[in-house]
């Protein structure tokens, strides 16, 4: 997970840079103490407030001022945090799960950081075309 958010990290500021724009990194927190499940929890938490906040404002936003492709670019982002918000609560549940029961995994765009299901992928990253063979492959 952590390896597909520094890939749309880097993405992320590259484009902005591109486009003229001006980059502020995120502020780094100090972390708590806290078990691997607690730790989840509050990224999934932080993912869902962003996502109902500051990326809905966003999409609408770029909408509004007929910027599609800035629209565009923001579902995109969201879409695959949406999709790493599922990951991480499967990845709770299996957590729970008694040992010797097989575990599911998935697969990261080492281009892009599009997260894909282990079980369920196509043989292209929508959304960069990279093939299913260069995934990282994590369970």
Same mark, same amino acid.
């Given at each position: 997970?952590?390896?597909?958010? @520094? ?19 995120? *502020?780094? =927190?100090?972390?708590?103490? +806290?078990?691997?499940? @607690?730790?989840? !929890? ?5 993912? !869902? ?9 966003? #999409?609408?936003?770029? *909408? ?20 790493? #918000? =599922? #990951? #991480? ?6 957590? @729970?799960?008694? @040992? ?11 281009? /892009?950081?599009? *997260?894909?299901?282990? +079980? ?7 959304? /960069?075309?990279? !093939? !299913?063979?260069?995934? =990282?492959?994590?369970?």
């Amino acid at each position: 997970m952590a390896f597909a958010e @520094e890939v749309k990290y880097e993405n992320c500021k590259d484009a902005i840079g591109i486009l003229g724009g001006v980059f502020d990194p995120p *502020i780094d =927190l100090p972390v708590k103490t +806290a078990s691997v499940e @607690e730790h989840f !929890q509050t990224i999934i938490n932080e993912k !869902q407030r962003y996502h109902d906040t500051k990326v809905r404002e966003c #999409i609408e936003g770029a *909408i509004d001022e007929g910027n599609r492709f800035v629209a565009r670019m923001m579902t995109w982002c969201d879409a695959s945090d949406v999709k790493a #918000i =599922l #990951i #991480i609560q499967r990845t709770l549940c299996q957590m @729970e799960q008694p @040992e010797g029961v097989a575990t599911l995994g998935y697969r990261v765009c080492p281009r /892009c950081g599009n *997260i894909d299901d282990e +079980a369920l992928h196509s043989l292209y990253c929508p959304h /960069c075309m990279t !093939q !299913q063979s260069d995934f =990282l492959i994590f369970e």
